[in-house]
Nanobody, 115 residues
Framework: QVQLVESGGGLVQAGGSLRLSCAAS????????MGWYRRAPGKQRELVAS???????NYADSVKGRFTISRDNAKNTVYLQMNGLKPEDTAVYYC?????????WGLGTQVTVSS
């Protein structure tokens, strides 16, 4: 069994910052890609950022220059540093990990940005 546990969400004013963390635990040999997705009210889930095991990153255009994804392979943990938050960043943020070609998801953490 593999579990992903997110933390770090909350309420912040526009222009503020938050740092999300996601730790994977369980029967893990190696994790390939880790990433963050979000689902805003009334919208489909979308990719925010992803990072490969080698450290290659990919970002949604809407967060480029504001968000930074990183990972600690020794701790099986991925982070999302979010700066310059905007009200449109309000969503439930989900952690994703690809392990042995299978997708695993966290339960999500709420991020709310007030104007």
């Amino acid at each position: 069994q593999v579990q992903l546990v997110e933390s770090g969400g909350g309420l912040v004013q526009a222009g503020g910052s938050l740092r999300l963390s996601c730790a994977a635990s369980g029967s893990i040999f190696s994790i390939s890609t880790m990433g963050w997705y979000r689902r805003a009210p009334g919208k489909q889930r979308e990719l925010v950022a992803s990072i490969s095991s080698a450290g290659s990153t990919n970002y949604a255009d809407s967060v480029k220059g504001r968000f930074t994804i990183s990972r600690d392979n020794a701790k099986n943990t991925v982070y999302l540093q979010m700066n310059g938050l905007k009200p449109e960043d309000t969503a439930v943020y989900y952690c994703n990990a690809v392990i042995a070609l299978l997708n695993y998801w966290g339960l999500g953490t709420q991020v709310t940005v007030s104007s």
